[in-house]
């Protein structure tokens, strides 16, 4: 039989290649947010650096929130007993509880307040390290700009506690009845009459030499680290005369004897004690205040939270302080710092007459 033939395979048409598109120019690499849309590096990186000035800016606010951190040192430049140690002992505990630290107060007397000062000054400006003082802070620069090792711009006001009128007592068992009589007494004997005073540039001391000169007396001046100890030496009769606060203590009967006050007006603890003015010295009026202070540097927040708890503390304890016979401080915390420059302006008469000190 013949063969069959298997028929030829017909190849098939052979397809075009496919075109592809043109290839887009290369470009900066794309990343993906978890939503998918694609962020540019360049913009990515400007997010980044707009995040982290953020947070940069956030960290002092966080820090002030959290202040305080840590127990709070209220150095007192005085020894214990006096009258600034009784009110920053008054103090602490009122500002703990509000501030929510322990707040211990440190005695730092010595060299005319100026120790406790320095070291004040010298603290680490975190709000953690106060200063409780009196106007002699204010006063030291303009009586020995050199010798104060301070300045006043070397701390930030925070906030004023009262303002205290000072009273001339004198021993209870003093043979003078009244200003008058004290007055003839020295005048009779010059050598007669001493006073305490709480060192160079203290209205302790400025107001006695102002009413010295107006009098026409003199007296030996009698230096004490602290108001106690010279009260100390009044009760016990070694001392004729010293101007302090009129508080109850200070002002008790068969003890001391008040002779006037260097106040505008008669005082609510004493109102049967005459006024300088009203016996004839219309310049004797003076005496301190108390206030507290942070080192120059302090958070602005910082120094607001212990401004705002200084002011609660004094509120919580107006009665306390109203006994005392300490006034409320016109302009507060807002004003304390203009207070402050009006005080100085007051004694700058008297600051001019003390001799030059000592070197």
């Given amino acids: 039989m013949p063969k069959r033939r298997l028929p030829m395979p017909v190849a098939e048409p052979r397809r075009p290649a496919p075109t592809r598109a043109p290839r887009a120019p290369l470009s900066a690499p794309r990343l993906r947010q978890d939503a998918g849309r694609p962020i540019p590096v360049r913009r990515l990186g400007a997010i980044l650096l707009a995040a982290a000035l953020l947070c940069l800016g956030r960290v002092p606010e966080a820090a002030a929130q959290e202040f305080p951190t840590r127990p709070i040192r209220l150095i007192v430049p005085y020894v214990p007993g006096g009258s600034t140690d009784v009110l920053a002992r008054l103090y602490a505990p009122q500002l703990g509880e509000r501030l929510g630290q322990t707040v211990v107060v440190e005695n730092r007397g010595g060299g005319g307040t100026l120790i406790g000062i320095r070291a004040a000054a010298q603290a680490a400006p975190d709000g953690h390290t106060l200063l409780f003082t009196t106007s002699v802070v204010a ?16 701390f930030t006001p925070v906030a004023p506690v009262g303002d205290f009128p000072y009273v001339l ?41 102002r009413f010295l000169a107006a009098a026409g007396i003199q007296a030996e001046e009698v230096s004490y680290s602290g108001s106690a100890a010279g009260m100390n030496d009044v009760v016990a009769g070694n001392v004729q005369m010293i101007f302090v606060g009129a ?12 002779l006037a006050v260097a106040a505008p007006r008669r005082l609510a603890a004493a109102p049967d004690v005459p006024t300088f003015a009203e016996l004839g010295y219309p310049t ?10 942070a080192p120059a540097g302090t958070p602005e ?58 070197r």
């Fill in 139 to 154: 006063l030291n620069p303009l009586i020995d700009p050199e010798g104060a090792g301070y300045r006043l711009e070397d």
């Fill in 169 to 209: 007592l004198v021993p209870a068992k003093l043979p003078v009845a009244n200003l008058a009589e004290l007055v003839a007494r020295a005048k009779a004997d010059p050598r007669w009459l001493n006073y305490s005073s709480l060192g160079r540039g203290s209205p302790s001391q400025l107001l006695p030499r």
């Fill in 247 to 258: 508080t109850a203590a200070n002002l008790t009967p068969g003890v001391t004897r008040p």
């Fill in 284 to 293: 004797m009026i003076g005496g301190t205040w108390f206030g507290v202070f």
């Fill in 301 to 358: 927040t910082a120094v607001r939270r212990l401004a705002a708890a200084v002011e609660a503390a004094t509120e919580a304890l107006r009665p306390r302080l109203a006994d005392m016979s300490l006034d409320p401080v016109p302009g507060g915390a807002a004003g304390f710092a203009a207070f402050i420059r009006e005080d100085q302006a007051r004694w700058a008469e008297d600051i001019r007459r003390l001799d030059p000190p000592a």
